[in-house]
């Protein structure tokens, strides 16, 4: 099974500044027949579900601000929050759908 | 609008079945998977299996292969998953999630359940 590996576990950002969040396949995720990476970025806040940000690694999902992008290719990925907002404090998670779905530990975002 | 509304909370013993209902509205039931995913208190999410909401195939996680029964009666766009022999570790928040066709592979989701917090103690 593939395992998904965030880093970091914790990142405290001021209001307006970026925050990076990492992501590691232990496999390659990128299905060579599409060129198509399947990893996708969910958001969530205490006491609701996991909200879609990003599939397909890159593709912002409807209605979600375009301070949110996702990048990367193969095995390594990243979740850019281009200037933080309060409402961005949440727990971010990365999931592959390459095999048997599988999610990362999390990387929680709060304000310094 | 797509909505998923599950069950309300459970509170189980060690070795008894919990069953956990996620009906759904605003599309064809019958056109879409419904997975099962579950979140441990302060923990990751974990994927248990996913039902054919079309001709009721399932697939399950090896994880919880024999332990996890997932079922649908579309007469009421209802979803379940009953999961059996409970220990304390399957404490977790239960979440439905809408697939994006009937296949239910290669799936991210953009419709969940609120979740279904299923407590395991003695």
């Known amino acids: 099974d593939i395992v998904m590996t965030q880093s970091p576990d914790s990142l405290a950002v001021s209001l307006g500044e970026r925050a990076t969040i990492n992501c590691k396949s232990s496999?390659?995720?990128?299905?060579?027949?599409?060129?198509?990476?399947?990893l996708a970025w969910y958001q969530q806040k205490p006491g609701q579900p996991p909200k879609l940000l990003i599939y397909?690694?890159?593709t912002r999902e409807s209605g979600v601000p375009d301070r949110f992008s996702g990048s990367g290719s193969g095995t390594d990925f990243t979740l850019t929050i281009s200037s933080l907002q309060a409402e961005d404090v949440a727990v971010y998670y990365c999931?592959?759908?390459?095999?048997?779905?599988?999610f990362g530990q999390g990387t929680k975002v709060e304000l310094k | 609008q797509v909505q998923l509304v599950q069950s309300g909370a459970e509170v189980k013993k060690p070795g008894a079945s919990v069953k956990v209902s996620c009906k759904a509205s605003?599309?064809?039931?019958?056109?879409?998977?419904i997975h099962w995913l579950r979140q441990a208190p302060g923990q990751s999410l974990e994927w248990m299996g996913w039902?054919?909401?079309?001709?009721?195939?399932?697939k399950y996680s090896q994880k919880f292969q024999g332990r996890v029964t997932i079922t649908r009666d579309t007469s009421a766009s209802t979803a379940y998953m009953e999961l059996s022999s409970l220990r304390s570790e399957d404490t977790a928040v239960y979440y439905c999630?809408?697939?994006?066709?009937?296949?239910?592979?290669?799936?991210?989701?953009?419709?969940w359940g609120q979740g279904t917090l299923v407590t395991v103690s003695s």
């Open positions: 999630a809408r697939g994006l066709g009937i296949v239910g592979s290669a799936e991210y989701f953009h419709h």
């Open positions: 999931q592959q759908y390459y095999t048997t779905l599988a």
């Open positions: 496999q390659n995720v990128l299905y060579s027949s599409n060129n198509k990476n399947y």
């Open positions: 397909w690694a890159s």
């Open positions: 039902i054919n909401a079309g001709n009721g195939n399932t």
């Open positions: 605003g599309y064809i039931f019958t056109s879409y998977a």
